[in-house]
Nanobody, 116 residues
Framework: QVQLVESGGGLVQAGGSLRLSCATS????????MGWYRQAPGKQRELVAT???????NYVDSVKGRFTISRDNAKNTVYLQMNSLKPEDTAVYYC??????????WGQGTQVTVSS
């Protein structure tokens, strides 16, 4: 059973920071890419940040300069450092692994709430 275990969500005031973690197996960690989506109430799921196996990163415009995706190869873990958080960042954040163009694996989601 494929597992991506997220942690680090919570409640924070606007301007604050959180770091999300996504731990998985060594096999899944070798996926073509890993990253984070988010889904706010009443909105579609949105790709926030992604990192390829080679280390290339990509971010949605709304988080550029505030969020940083990184990975720890020794721990098979991907992180999302979120700084200068805004109320509009409030969402459930999902870790994903793109094993192949047709196969994605997902975590269970972690709630991030930013109060104004």
């Amino acid at each position: 059973q494929v597992q991506l275990v997220e942690s680090g969500g919570g409640l924070v005031q606007a301007g604050g920071s959180l770091r999300l973690s996504c731990a998985t197996s060594k096999t899944i960690f070798s996926s073509n890419a890993m990253g984070w989506y988010r889904q706010a109430p009443g909105k579609q799921r949105e790709l926030v940040a992604t990192m390829t196996r080679s280390g290339s990163t990509n971010y949605v415009d709304s988080v550029k300069g505030r969020f940083t995706i990184s990975r720890d190869n020794a721990k098979n873990t991907v992180y999302l450092q979120m700084n200068s958080l805004k109320p509009e960042d409030t969402a459930v954040y999902y870790c994903y692994a793109r094993w192949s163009p047709l196969v994605d694996y997902w975590g269970q989601g972690t709630q991030v709430t930013v109060s104004s």
